[in-house]
């Protein structure tokens, strides 16, 4: 598809009438299950768990509606609810078995309407939504409810205790609905983690093409592409490493690569929002090398490197340890004991251990602990500290990981992101 032709798409609208015949497993994509067992099987919605209030949400926007076509096909009593937030739903409760449509908010019945239907043949319900709520049932003549729907942007289906079905739902909404292209994409999203989650990551990244390429027209992979885009690119080659040679997260990675002035690490920069650098002068025979940052979620990620040929004291006197700069196991067990003393409320969460192909494809020694700054440190409070010690070419480099432990949560895909990026290499001799 050309560019322009995707251009053209994007900014145009489409129909605003979502057809549901269900004859396809993939209508149900446009529904998220609540509760109980729901499927799309011979030409019909069905549930089959016969539960008191099992629900399925439909998953856009339903402030809009302008009208609603519905059919129903089983006996017991099913519910279409419109509801906004915590204020009691509106609902329109059906039973075919007993020929009956009822109207209801806070529990109150607001219209009763009575009809027959000819033996199997399923019940056919209109809602108009416009300032008053008028409902009709098959040819009868529409009555009018007393209530205005508009403004409830959610709507269910519900199961009450029977196996439900349903050959047919149409909505129909009006221009003042969200934009359907920027629907279409939340769903895109949300189906490609979903993919990824279940360890279907080409599927994912294939899923997530339109986007790609509609992000392309604006320019090559680059952090200009939209934040939402480029952190789900992320999270699925957190998830799947092998999707990191596929394009264009090939391509984003080279974008967002970061060398430090010695050339020694090399490492991507997480394609989320936030996060900066610091490279540490060149200069410098040992220490601080590279350090990406969140300013605003105070989380700190520094590289530093031991050279092989000095030795590092830990401890104070009478029980000073020294520990040559290639032992990386001994590193790792001299600063944790050192740091457990000096830091306010130091837990290990884990002692040093070994893992491997854990600091880029190296294997390491790393440990975690819980500790609070000192008061009037910045930032204060509790915080999580994570290091990794790993060996190249004789010198240690640490990997040190700081923030709040929530913080270091929520950003779990872009550390991981930015580890499972970084590639050790000679350093220049600037001795």
């Given amino acids: 598809m050309s560019p322009i032709l995707l251009l053209l798409l994007a900014l145009s609208f489409p129909d605003d009438t979502r057809s549901y015949e269900f004859v396809r497993p993939a209508e149900l994509d446009d529904f998220q299950v609540e509760r109980g067992s729901w499927a799309v099987q011979a030409g019909a919605l069905q549930c089959s768990s016969k539960g008191s209030d099992d629900s399925l949400l439909w998953r856009r926007n339903a402030a809009a509606i302008q009208r609603i076509e519905w059919q129903i096909a089983?006996?017991?009593?099913?519910?279409?609810?419109?509801?906004?937030?915590?204020?009691?739903?509106?609902?329109?409760?059906?039973?075919?078995g007993e020929g009956t449509l009822e109207v209801r908010s806070e529990d109150r019945l607001l219209r009763r309407v009575f009809f027959e239907v000819r033996g199997r043949d399923p019940a056919r319900v209109r809602l108009l939504l416009g300032e008053d709520l008028?409902?009709?049932?098959?040819?009868?003549?529409?009555?009018?409810?007393?209530?205005?729907?508009?403004?409830?942007?959610?709507?269910?289906?519900?199961?009450?205790?029977?196996?439900?079905?349903?050959?047919?739902?149409?909505?129909?909404?009006?221009?003042?609905?969200?934009?359907?292209?920027?629907?279409?994409?939340?769903?895109?999203?949300?189906?490609?983690?979903?993919?990824?989650?279940q360890g279907r990551g080409t599927e994912a990244l294939?899923?997530?093409?339109?986007?790609?390429?509609?992000?392309?027209?604006?320019?090559?992979?680059?952090?200009t592409w939209p934040s939402d885009l480029r952190q789900t690119l992320q999270t699925l080659a957190v998830r799947d490493p092998a999707l990191r040679h596929r394009s264009p997260l090939a391509d984003l990675t080279a974008r967002f690569k970061v060398t430090s002035r010695d050339t020694s690490v090399t490492l991507a920069t997480p394609?989320?929002?936030?996060?900066?650098?610091?490279?540490?002068?060149?200069?410098?025979?040992?220490?601080?090398?590279?350090?990406?940052?969140?300013?605003?979620?105070q989380i700190e990620v520094l590289i530093r490197r031991y050279d092989q040929q000095f030795e590092y004291w830990f401890g104070e006197d009478p029980r000073v340890q020294l520990v040559g700069g290639g032992d990386n196991e001994a590193l790792a067990r001299a600063r944790l004991a050192d740091l457990r003393v000096e830091w306010?409320?130091?837990?290990?969460?884990?002692?040093?251990?070994?893992?491997?192909?854990?600091?880029?494809?190296?294997?390491?020694?790393?440990?975690?602990?819980?500790?609070?700054?000192?008061?009037?440190?910045?930032?204060?409070?509790?915080?999580?500290?994570?290091?990794?010690?790993?060996?190249?070419?004789?010198?240690?480099?640490?990997?040190?990981?700081?923030?709040?432990?929530?913080a270091l949560a929520l950003h779990a895909d872009?550390?991981?992101?930015?580890?499972?990026?970084?590639?050790?290499?000679?350093?220049l001799q600037t001795r």
């Fill in 74 to 96: 089983s006996s017991g009593r099913c519910e279409l609810l419109l509801s906004a937030g915590k204020a009691p739903p509106l609902s329109i409760g059906v039973q075919r």
């Fill in 134 to 197: 008028r409902v009709q049932v098959g040819d009868d003549v529409a009555v009018s409810v007393g209530v205005d729907p508009r403004q409830r942007p959610q709507l269910r289906i519900q199961s009450h205790e029977t196996q439900s079905r349903f050959p047919r739902l149409e909505i129909v909404r009006g221009e003042e609905s969200l934009n359907p292209r920027l629907e279409d994409r939340g769903l895109r999203i949300d189906d490609a983690l979903e993919r990824s989650r």
């Fill in 206 to 223: 294939d899923l997530l093409e339109p986007l790609i390429e509609l992000a392309r027209i604006a320019g090559p992979a680059s952090p």
């Fill in 271 to 297: 394609l989320s929002d936030g996060w900066t650098t610091e490279l540490y002068p060149g200069r410098r025979v040992d220490g601080p090398v590279l350090a990406v940052r969140h300013e605003t979620h």
């Fill in 344 to 406: 306010t409320g130091a837990q290990v969460v884990s002692e040093v251990e070994r893992h491997k192909a854990w600091m880029g494809d190296l294997d390491a020694y790393g440990w975690r602990m819980n500790y609070e700054r000192a008061p009037g440190s910045r930032p204060a409070g509790p915080r999580q500290r994570h290091e990794l010690y790993a060996r190249f070419r004789g010198d240690t480099y640490r990997w040190s990981e700081d923030g709040p432990a929530e």
């Fill in 414 to 427: 872009d550390l991981a992101w930015i580890r499972t990026s970084l590639a050790l290499q000679p350093r």
